[in-house]
């Protein structure tokens, strides 16, 4: 997941401009905004959602809209990328929708911020799923699916690794460029180099070839069945295994295996072994097949865009509205209830925050349902990250430096340890905009795990933060950019709570981490939950960590709750069997 998520230390309130409705049915040309400072208590972004927010109670209980729904189809708690994706995709299918969200902005560890000129992704600089082909662009699909589109910058290349034993291999957009590559530091494996990535294009073009909705649906799944059973098939077959005992069966080089574990820790901060196939094919074909593309402006404008254009459809976002639980009646999720006592009401219940904090904070009055504790006997919480967002001189950085790099010097035992290896982007090579003239932008990630930061007093507290970081830097200054330290003119450093105090990531973790070896995908919870009308999305549900999953998640999750509350074609009976077998398959994972 380090392709995925970042926080840094608290951004000031970035300006965000209410949208105007877009002309129906064409597509918008958007960017991120230009940003500026703001002061305390004049945020543009605090002004619109309380505009919104006059709009959104004049449809909840005890504001005018009566009982049973408030007028809304759903509310969605969290305005990730997942739980916007779903939300756009139900306000493109005409449902009524009030996203709630805690902050001034959308877009949770997709979003921005801005110091001193310097305009920074809070997370992942690296982004799949953002082409203008395929069936797996899904951002560029959602942001159609509400009228928008987004000019993007192609980028040369994913990653360059720089690992053990000097070996160095870039990861080229061209995937012919990749593999020439890697069978020149490997000429002994090119059979199995050709066979290991040849399997994760059959896995990718099955995917590509089929419209992907909610595996939850019946209808769905027996209508792409038989447009497509062989791709469908293929899919079955590799959903319960993993990436790296699909590598083993074709490589027999220990430092190759090796690398392809540092290929899918970017995915998913585990090794292959431990990270589904279909999850690694995703990944490591749309890279070449669509291509990074990194959205002019920066990634926050995706967010913002989503944000637009769900307003565009009619629906809302409300800003600084903290919900702090879900309100069932009978057993079934009607509404929730914000920290400030207010209460809003709609047919469905659709939660972006992770499931430790769905099932534990929203719903912490309920008892525990099965589902859940299998998915907690099945997975763990993944280590958060320490992350350093710096501004640097130009001059440091040498001539056709790649955007994105990952580093591990020494030991490859140490990847998946805490603080082991480094990502690093730096936005910058590809949009100089972001930083003043003459600098550019580094964004530097490693895992941490909370533990190792909670019970220090403040003093400590920073003081620690301080020598990690330095010493992160210092590995990156010996490794790549000899005199980075004295090129840094802003550094901000944010530790496992930055990314759960800011973000309410459940102890900073982004995504669940199989306790042991899993079986694929089989294990992963999906949209749906025990409680009636209430929904998961993002990245504790199927299928997993990282950009494009959670869009993929968000895209499966509006189609069913579509279903379910009639704005698709839905079939009860076959429904039941399917969930029935989906949770036995879960239970032998």
């Given at each position: ?322 919900v702090a639980n879900v309100i069932l009646e009978n057993g079934k999720a009607v509404g929730v209830k914000l920290s400030n006592g207010k209460e809003f009401f709609a047919k469905t219940v659709i939660s972006n925050a992770t499931r430790w904090d769905t099932f534990g904070k929203l719903l912490k009055d309920e008892e525990l349902p099965e589902e859940e504790k299998n998915f907690q006997k099945n997975y763990v919480k993944a280590p958060s990250f320490l992350s350093i967002h710096m501004g640097v001189k130009a001059s440091v950085l040498p001539a056709g430096t790649d955007c994105h790099h990952f580093v591990l010097e020494d030991d490859w035992s140490n990847l998946e340890k805490p603080y082991g290896s480094i990502f690093l982007s730096i936005p910058t090579v ?160």
């Open positions: 997941m380090p392709l995925l998520l970042l926080a840094a230390a608290r951004p000031r309130s970035p300006v965000l401009r209410p949208s105007s409705a877009s002309s129906a049915g064409a597509a918008r040309a958007s960017r991120a905004r230009p940003l500026g400072d703001t002061r305390r208590g004049t945020s543009a972004a605090a002004v619109a959602s309380e505009k919104l927010g006059v709009k959104v109670e004049e449809g909840g209980r005890g504001g005018g809209g009566g009982g049973g729904g408030g007028g809304y189809d759903a509310i969605v708690v969290g305005s990730g990328i997942g739980g916007l994706v779903a939300a756009t995709q139900l306000a493109a299918k005409g449902a009524r929708v009030l996203v709630l969200e805690k902050y001034v902005i959308p877009g949770g560890s997709s979003g921005y911020y801005r110091r001193d000129g310097f305009t920074f992704d809070v997370g992942s600089s690296v982004m799949f799923g953002f082409s203008d082909k395929g069936n797996l662009n899904l951002i560029t699909q959602a942001l159609e699916a509400v009228g928008h589109k987004m000019e993007v910058i192609p980028d040369p290349s994913t990653v360059h690794f720089h690992l053990p034993g000097d070996l160095s291999v870039l990861v080229h957009r061209e995937y012919d460029d990749f593999v020439t590559e890697l069978v020149n530091k490997f000429p002994h494996e090119k059979e199995g180099i050709m066979k290991f990535y040849g399997t994760c294009w059959k896995i990718f073009n099955s995917l590509n070839s089929l419209e992907l909705k909610s595996l939850e649906e019946p209808l769905y799944l027996f209508g792409q069945f038989f447009q497509k059973p062989l791709e469908c098939l293929t899919l079955a077959y590799y959903l319960p295994q993993n990436a790296g005992d699909i590598a083993r069966k074709f490589i027999k080089d220990q430092q190759l295996l090796s690398f392809i574990d540092a290929e899918c820790f970017i995915v998913s901060t585990v090794n292959a072994l431990q990270t589904p196939m279909i999850n690694a094919s995703m990944v490591l074909c749309d890279r070449h097949f669509g291509g990074i593309n990194y959205p002019v402006g920066g990634v926050g404008g995706i967010a913002m865009s989503l944000a637009d254009g769900l307003v565009d459809k009619g629906s809302e976002i409300q800003y600084k509205a903290n590809l949009d100089p905009s972001l930083a003043p003239e003459g600098h550019h932008i580094l964004h530097i990630f490693t895992t941490a795990g909370i533990e190792d930061w909670e019970g220090l007093p403040r003093k400590d507290y920073e003081k620690k933060k301080e020598l990690v970081a330095n010493e992160i830097i210092k590995r990156l200054e010996n490794k790549l950019f000899p005199g980075l330290q004295d090129s840094i003119v802003l550094k901000e450093v944010g530790s496992p709570k930055t990314h759960r105090r800011f973000l309410a990531r459940n102890d900073g973790t982004y995504g669940p981490m199989p306790r042991g070896k899993p079986k694929g995908l089989l294990a992963m919870p999906f949209n749906t939950t025990s409680i009636d009308g209430l929904y998961c999305v993002g990245d504790s549900c199927f299928p997993g960590q990282g950009v494009i999953a959670v869009a993929f998640s968000g895209i499966m999750c509006a189609h069913r709750v579509a279903a379910d509350i009639g704005l698709e074609q839905r079939s009860p009976v076959l429904d039941a069997g399917l969930l029935g077998l989906l949770r036995w398959l879960r239970t032998l994972a």
